[in-house]
């Protein structure tokens, strides 16, 4: 049996379909297969100019990045410097970088305009760094917008179910 064949070296970036649900999985599944593979480059090409990408802390309902401590509220320059640094070897927390595998479900589309997709999901995440693992689970919210048949985030806010209690470094994509 050839097992390179079972190993995906790329996948192609999603198209938005006929069928708007299914499209919205797709473009989500690929983001987190980038995220779990280390694909920065991937990851980033996603995302619009403009960006927020949040992972707050407190109770869902009473969160404003402005006025309350995040663990992430990165716009796009932030989000560039934390790639180099997960691409570089001053990343000591992760050398060796973290085996993730993460499942997305209940994915929901709480809103669409005719360029704009609000949708919803949540989410197990499996780390596995130096003989340890890790399992994070919370609902993402992303804003979709549509751009040449393909979706780009401008915000994505990450709540984690266990975000107000003390957290190991989450230095990889959450």
């Not at 779990?36 to 980033?44: H, S, T, V």
């Not at 090409?45 to 309902?61: D, H, S, T």
């Not at 997709?117 to 919210?141: C, K, M, P, W």
Request: aromatic share 10%.
């Amino acid at each position: 049996m050839d097992y390179q064949m079972l190993t995906p070296v790329s996948l192609p970036v999603p198209r938005i379909g006929s069928d708007l649900l299914r499209s919205v999985e797709q473009f989500l599944y690929y983001e987190a297969w980038c995220m779990d593979e280390n694909r920065y480059d991937d990851w980033l090409a996603l995302w619009e100019q403009e960006m927020a990408y949040w992972v707050p802390i407190g109770n869902e309902g009473e969160l404003d990045p402005k006025k309350t401590v995040s663990i992430i509220h990165d716009n796009r320059t932030q989000v560039e410097q934390r790639l180099t640094r997960l691409r570089g070897r001053l990343a000591y927390s992760q050398q060796p970088k973290s085996r993730m595998i993460r499942v997305l479900s209940n994915i929901t589309i709480l809103s669409e305009t005719t360029d704009t997709v609000i949708a919803t999901s949540t989410f197990t995440l499996g780390e596995y760094r130096i003989g340890r693992q890790e399992v994070f689970i919370g609902r993402n919210t992303h804003v979709l917008h549509r751009r040449n048949d393909q979706f780009h985030m401008s915000e994505k806010k990450v709540f984690l179910l266990n975000n107000d209690d003390a957290l190991g470094n989450l230095t990889f994509l959450i």
